[in-house]
């Protein structure tokens, strides 16, 4: 499956309900070869209204928390787990998980990253590991099929709890590092 067939099967993508109350399917933007990749748990409101991720308050503090690594939308991509907003906000359920993992599978396998940052707890325990603890993972390195995963708190959860910034900032540095030490494109 190529770029374009991939993103024309996702945006008519009537897997689960989320399809039914979805505005905008929020495919994911960015470089289609980005060594690094962010994902996120699903749209919110903001990404559902503009089908893009992370454009409200939380992808403005997403955008400054790449900004101290040297990254942007430009040289990474950013998705999400499921493509269409859950009602409320409220995080995916399994079966929205799994109706939609297709799709970033396919991304994925697409893209080839070499580096992934989960963005929330959500996020680490459909990528990393399922018993994953937010609090206590966080910026750890993990590998799975060749790919190093780290956690970061959601930059939602940091705008609820900004005494959460300065341990951020130590894992943006961490993460900066490991992009220095195997990515091959200029950060």
């Known amino acids: ?93 399994p079966a929205e998980q799994t109706a939609c993992s297709p799709w970033l599978d396919q991304q994925l396998k697409l893209i080839k990253p070499k580096i992934i940052v989960c963005l929330g707890r959500v996020s680490a325990m459909y990528m990393i590991r399922p018993d994953f603890k937010i609090t206590k993972d966080h910026g750890q390195w993990f590998m799975h099929e060749g790919v190093h995963m780290m956690a970061l708190y959601h930059p939602a959860a940091l705008l609820r709890d900004p005494a959460r910034r300065p341990e951020t900032f130590v894992d943006l540095k961490t993460l900066q590092a490991k992009i220095r030490e195997i990515c091959t494109s200029t950060y």
């Open 1 to 93: 499956m190529n770029w374009d067939t991939l993103y024309d099967a996702c945006m008519s993508c009537k897997q689960c309900r989320l399809s039914e109350t979805r505005t905008n399917v929020v495919f994911g933007v960015g470089r289609r070869d980005a060594e690094v990749v962010f994902i996120g748990e699903g749209p919110g409101q903001q990404e559902d209204l503009q089908g893009e991720p992370f454009v409200g308050r939380s992808g403005q503090l997403l955008d400054d928390m790449m900004a101290m690594i040297d990254l942007n939308r430009e040289n990474t991509f950013i998705a999400n787990i499921v493509k269409c907003r859950p009602p409320g906000n409220r995080d995916p359920l």
